[in-house]
């Protein structure tokens, strides 16, 4: 397998980063996660448009985006598979043990693996630990994911792929890797972005191509939606048919299986949407 590294293209048995790397010493980084079906990226200029958000978010230099592109289309060429998730990794590079940066500017790195697509359904749960809406790195996509391992292994022990957060206030934020949507009264509805939420792309295009309002929803919404589904990049629209022991029989709905429809057409005939 090829990654980029350092301007070019390395074998992943031998590319190397500083164990002094900012993003591995202290998680002062960002990334960015992108499909590439065929061959071909996915909405990746939105994807490119967020990478360097966050970077400024994080007092990062602006990424370089003409080289991400080069480094993105180099590693889908050099490891062609049907469905493949591409991954844009960009910290602040080698710098001291302590949370100061040092000057030897950003570490830049473009890997890719295959994939599966996912199945239509999944089990969700909720957790006792809460997304701080007004934190410094608030809507920021960072390296910094300890707390989302911690609850997507407590989702795993359980049964499911995913688990929701909600914010410092009470209300349903997001998951550990995706943003949740419910249904209510056969509309569409979604946390927005000041619930702490990440900006997700996926969402963005799914409340563009569905009309799903942004509301501020509380957590126990969770207990009454007629349907839930996730947004992410490799999940696109996906169904719940479990929150914790709240059973949601014959998901996917038929304003989800709507959702997923429009999103698989829309998605299929522009990949650069």
Not at 48 to 60: K, M, N, Q, V, Y
Not at 105 to 111: D, E, F, R, Y
Not at 172 to 180: F, H, M, P, Q, R
Not at 213 to 234: C, I, K, N, Q, Y
């Amino acid at each position: 397998m090829k990654i980029w590294l350092d301007g070019g293209l390395q074998d992943i048995e031998s590319a190397r980063v500083s164990v002094l790397d900012h993003g591995l010493t202290v998680g002062d980084g960002i990334f960015e996660t992108v499909k590439a079906v065929d061959g071909r990226p996915f909405a990746l200029t939105r994807h490119l448009d967020r990478l360097t958000r966050s970077a400024r978010g994080l007092g990062l230099p602006d990424p370089d985006l003409d080289e991400v592109r080069r480094a993105c289309a180099a590693v889908i060429e050099a490891n062609p598979v049907p469905l493949g998730r591409l991954r844009i990794t960009y910290t602040g590079g080698r710098g001291p043990l302590g949370s100061d940066r040092g000057a030897y500017g950003p570490t830049l790195v473009v890997a890719f693996e295959e994939t599966t697509r996912r199945p239509d359904s999944t089990a969700v749960i909720t957790v006792p630990w809460a997304r701080n809406e007004r934190g410094a790195v608030t809507g920021l996509k960072t390296t910094s994911y300890a707390e989302n391992v911690v609850a997507l292994a407590r989702a795993g022990e359980r049964g499911a792929s995913e688990a929701l957060f909600g914010n410092t206030v009470g209300q349903l934020c997001e998951g550990t890797g995706s943003n949740v949507f419910v249904v209510l009264d056969g509309e569409i509805h979604t946390p927005p972005l000041a619930s702490g939420c990440l900006a997700g792309i996926t969402r963005a295009l799914a409340v563009e191509w569905t009309g799903a309002r942004e509301t501020d929803l509380p957590m126990d919404v969770l207990e009454r939606a007629e349907e839930v589904f996730l947004t992410s990049t490799l999940r696109d629209v996906q169904a719940v048919h479990r929150v914790d022991d709240r059973e949601l029989p014959g998901a996917p709905g038929p304003v989800t299986a709507k959702a997923m429809r429009i999103f698989d057409e829309r998605s299929g005939a522009d990949l650069d949407p």
